[in-house]
C-alpha cells in the first residue's frame, strides 16, 4: 500500500497570504497524484489531477507541482473560500490511497 | 451540470446490510468508471471501492472486500454499494464520485472529478 503524508497538519494563515502544502508519498505514483479540496458538510472537490493538471472550473491561483514522491499544491493568494481541508491522493495502485489532510485555517 | 445524489443511509445494527444508491445526471453514465469513498467521524477520506463502465472489473478496499458489493445499472444511471456484516467501523459519511475514464480495459481511470454530497451510515446497537 502506498502511504501518502501530508504536512504540515495545520496550515494558519491569512487571507491574501500564500499557501504551500506538502505531500510525500512512500514509493513512486508515477505522477498519478490529485489535489481536492473538503469543506464540512460538502462534497469534495478536485483541484488538481495528474500533478498539475487543474480541474475545470479551478481558478488559476491553485496549483500542483512534484515528481516521484514528493508533491506540493501552492495556493497562491488565500481568498476567504479557500479555508478548508485538502486532501492529496494517488491512483498509481490499489488500495487507492490519500493522505490525512492539512487542514488551512484562518490566523 | 453534473449531479449526483447518494441515498440509502441509515442506522443499522453491527450485522446487518444495508444498500447505497447514486443516481447520477448531466453526464453519460455508461461512459464513466466510478467509485465510492467514505469519511468516518473526524477522520479522513478512504476510498471503498471502484467500478468500470461494464461491470468487469471492481476493486476494493482490504477493509471491506468480501463483505461490499459495488454494481451499476447503466439504464438506470445509478451505482450501488451493497453492505453487509456491518462494522461499528463501517460508520461514515459515504461519497460516491465520478471518474474520468472507463477503467477496464484500456485501464484508464483517473480521478474522481465530481462527487456527491453523501450519505451517512450509521453502524450500532
Known amino acids: 500500500e502506498i502511504v501518502l503524508t501530508q504536512s504540515p497538519a495545520t496550515l494558519s494563515l491569512s487571507p491574501g497570504e500564500r499557501a504551500t502544502l506538502s505531500c510525500r508519498a512512500s514509493?513512486?505514483?508515477?505522477?498519478?497524484l490529485g489535489w481536492f479540496q473538503h469543506k464540512p458538510g460538502q462534497a469534495p472537490r478536485l483541484l488538481i489531477y495528474d500533478v498539475s493538471s487543474r480541474a475545470t472550473g479551478i481558478s488559476a491561483r491553485f496549483s500542483g507541482s512534484g515528481s516521484g514522491t514528493d508533491f506540493t499544491l501552492t495556493i497562491s493568494s488565500l481568498e476567504p473560500e479557500d479555508f478548508a481541508i485538502y486532501y492529496c491522493q494517488q491512483r498509481n495502485g490499489w488500495p487507492r490511497t490519500f493522505g490525512q489532510g492539512t487542514k488551512v485555517e484562518t490566523k | 451540470e453534473v449531479q449526483l445524489v447518494e441515498s440509502g443511509g441509515g442506522l443499522v445494527q453491527p450485522g446487518g446490510s444495508l444498500r447505497l444508491s447514486c443516481s447520477v445526471s448531466g453526464f453519460t453514465f455508461n461512459n464513466h468508471a466510478m467509485t465510492w469513498v467514505r469519511q468516518a467521524p473526524g477522520k479522513g477520506l478512504e476510498w471503498v471501492s471502484e467500478i468500470n463502465v461494464n461491470e468487469a472489473k471492481t476493486n476494493y478496499a482490504d477493509s471491506v472486500k468480501g463483505r461490499f458489493t459495488i454494481s451499476r445499472d447503466n439504464s438506470k444511471s445509478t451505482l450501488y454499494l451493497q453492505m453487509n456484516n456491518l462494522r461499528a467501523e463501517d460508520t461514515a459519511v459515504y461519497y460516491c464520485?465520478?471518474?474520468?475514464?472507463?477503467?477496464?480495459?484500456?485501464?484508464?481511470?483517473?480521478?474522481?472529478?465530481?462527487w456527491g454530497q453523501g450519505t451517512l451510515v450509521t453502524v450500532s446497537s
Open positions: 464520485a465520478k471518474y474520468q475514464g472507463r477503467g477496464h480495459p484500456d485501464n484508464y481511470w483517473g480521478t474522481a472529478d465530481s
Open positions: 514509493q513512486s505514483v508515477n505522477n498519478k
